[in-house]
């Protein structure tokens, strides 16, 4: 009997200590997991390395030009020959005809084409302004030619701000016709870098006028303050704050902005001027870590 009791004591040892054993493993293995978890993220925030290389005023820096990538529109007048394909570089020999229509009004051309500006490698908030150039040849020089473009805002086509509203006079050999639009140029591109230009005459004549348009580009103008940013960790860094403080001056600005590993970055924010000295740049990343850059 004694032996028989002593067995089964045995076994209820053997089973209290395996569920112990079931019960310690299952804490371990979940403990481990929620701290494999938890690390993963301190781990991303303790790996990303970046740093914030230069901070300079930029005068002006100009983008290359952006070019009609489909054909004019000719709203009064006619296409004669060539097609946009050839005003899409300057000097080059090749050029697109339009001439004056005979019908009502007679003697009128109108033209407009359809432009996009890269807004991801030149962002909205670092244009300063933005160009258009044309390079035409009028075969008389008895009127005006005018450059306009798509106000947004009044969805008509406009010339309200720009440097030059006069038009211009043709030579009768190859003109340049340069225009800006001022600090007014964002009524004239869309969100996405749409701008529409518009050429026309001045208006109804007694000559019947050919034009050749040799070039007609549109480019953006960036000016302010530069950011260079250096990620030297192994993943990417996501910038989403910006600060700019001296003794007087705390200002806060939302940015986005990936930085590859190991790449750099230059940033320029058109809206931003720099504080007098000594002021501090910092820099916030979504994973939570700063950079500081201070000029004294
Ligand atoms: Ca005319
Ligand atoms: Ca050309």
Redesign the pocket.
Do not use: L
């Given at each position: 009997m004694q032996r028989i009791r002593q067995n089964k004591k045995g076994v209820s040892n053997i089973i209290v200590v395996a569920l112990g054993l079931v019960i310690v493993v299952t804490i371990v293995v979940n403990v481990f997991l929620w701290n494999f978890e938890m690390n993963q993220l301190d781990w991303e925030k303790i790996k990303e390395d970046i740093k914030i290389t230069d901070v300079a005023h930029v005068n002006v820096t100009r983008s290359f030009w952006f070019v009609a990538q489909s054909e004019y529109i000719v709203n009064t007048g006619n296409h004669m020959n060539g097609t946009y394909e050839?005003?899409?570089?300057?000097?080059?020999?090749?050029?697109?005809t339009f001439q004056e229509g005979t019908g009502s009004p007679s003697y009128r051309l109108d033209i407009n084409g359809t432009f996009i500006l890269d807004v991801s490698a030149y962002p909205l908030e670092s244009i300063s302004t933005v160009e258009i150039q044309l390079?035409y040849r009028a075969s008389d020089g008895f009127e005006k030619c005018f450059l306009k473009a798509y106000n947004w805002t009044a969805q008509a086509y406009r010339d309200n701000g720009f440097n030059l509203t006069a038009g211009h006079t043709p030579t009768g050999g190859w003109d340049n016709y340069a225009i800006n639009l001022t600090d007014k140029w964002r009524s004239y591109v869309r969100g996405d870098g749409t701008i529409y230009v518009k050429f026309h005459d001045e208006g109804n004549d007694a000559v019947r006028t050919t034009i050749d348009?040799?070039?007609l580009g549109v480019r953006t103008v960036a000016s302010g303050t530069r950011f260079t940013f250096q990620n030297k960790g192994s993943l990417t860094s996501h910038l989403v704050s910006l600060w700019v403080n001296n003794s007087t001056h705390h200002r806060r600005y939302n940015i986005s902005i990936f930085v590859n590993a190991g790449d750099t970055e230059s940033y320029i924010r058109s809206d931003i001027s720099l504080p007098n000295k000594p002021y501090i740049v910092k820099i916030v990343t979504e994973r939570g870590n700063i950079a500081i850059h201070s000029e004294s």
């Open positions: 050839n005003t899409k570089v300057a000097n080059d020999g090749n050029w697109e390079r348009i040799d070039f």
